[in-house]
């Protein structure tokens, strides 16, 4: 797959490990960013980007409000805050409310990013107990992007990607190999 200019990707119950599994299986050298929502408590810090970093090791980071997206990272949305992408490609973070009793949302980030990235995207919902990063999934397919989804039968949880597939027929319905698999043969855009 050629052209890809950023990957999201959206989890929840289940999710830490499904990550793992992914981003696992991305070669050294890999140079997409991928942007990351993983639902959170919001009252405390959240170790995910350490945890990440150890076990992949390569550079994960905490999404930082006004900080340009570069390409090689792998980027986490904190606790607490909504993560979207401005059209300059640069991160923006806000405390707007909760949406599906989430903050970060999956669908915010998706819907954002689809708008700054349009068809470059490559969205990813994993495992997780509602229905956020549906309705984002389906935006990023509207604006021309590519959408993967966990294979229900495969996730932790399941009721996110049925919940995805119930909206719309994504490019891709794999397992986690299959999705890191995918993820490893992308190449970056030009732009």
Same mark, same amino acid.
């Given at each position: 797959?050629?052209?890809?200019?950023?990957?999201? /990707?959206?989890?929840?119950?289940?999710?830490?490990?499904?990550?793992?599994?992914?981003?696992?299986?991305?070669?050294?050298?890999?140079?997409?960013?991928?942007?990351? +929502?993983?639902?959170?408590?919001?009252?405390?810090?959240?170790?995910?980007? #350490?945890?990440?970093?150890?076990?992949?090791?390569?550079?994960?980071?905490?999404?930082?409000?006004?900080?340009?997206?570069?390409?090689?990272? /792998?980027? +986490?949305?904190?606790?607490?805050?909504?993560?979207?992408?401005?059209?300059?490609?640069?991160?923006?973070?806000?405390? #707007?409310?909760?949406?599906?009793?989430?903050?970060?949302? /999956?669908?915010?980030?998706?819907?954002?990013?689809?708008?700054?990235?349009? %068809?470059?995207?490559?969205?990813?919902?994993?495992?997780?107990?509602? #229905?956020?990063?549906?309705?984002?999934?389906?935006? /990023?397919?509207?604006?021309?992007?590519?959408?993967? +989804?966990?294979?229900?039968?495969?996730?932790?949880?399941?009721?996110?990607?049925?919940?995805?597939?119930?909206?719309?027929?994504?490019?891709?319905?794999?397992?986690?190999?299959?999705?890191?698999?995918?993820?490893?043969?992308? #190449? %970056?855009?030009?732009?």
């Amino acid at each position: 797959m050629s052209g890809v200019g950023a990957i999201v /990707i959206g989890a929840s119950a289940g999710g830490v490990a499904a990550l793992f599994s992914v981003l696992g299986a991305l070669p050294a050298g890999f140079s997409v960013p991928v942007l990351c +929502v993983l639902h959170l408590p919001d009252d405390r810090h959240s170790q995910l980007a #350490e945890v990440l970093q150890r076990r992949l090791r390569r550079p994960v980071r905490e999404a930082q409000d006004k900080a340009a997206i570069e390409p090689g990272l /792998i980027y +986490v949305a904190g606790p607490g805050y909504h993560l979207s992408v401005e059209r300059d490609l640069s991160f923006s973070l806000s405390q #707007e409310e909760p949406v599906h009793f989430s903050r970060p949302a /999956i669908d915010l980030l998706f819907e954002s990013a689809a708008d700054a990235y349009g %068809p470059a995207l490559l969205g990813v919902l994993l495992t997780g107990a509602n #229905e956020d990063g549906a309705r984002g999934l389906l935006r /990023i397919r509207q604006s021309g992007g590519r959408t993967v +989804v966990q294979d229900p039968r495969d996730a932790q949880v399941a009721l996110m990607p049925e919940a995805a597939l119930a909206l719309h027929c994504p490019d891709h319905i794999l397992p986690l190999s299959g999705i890191g698999q995918l993820l490893a043969t992308l #190449e %970056p855009s030009a732009c």
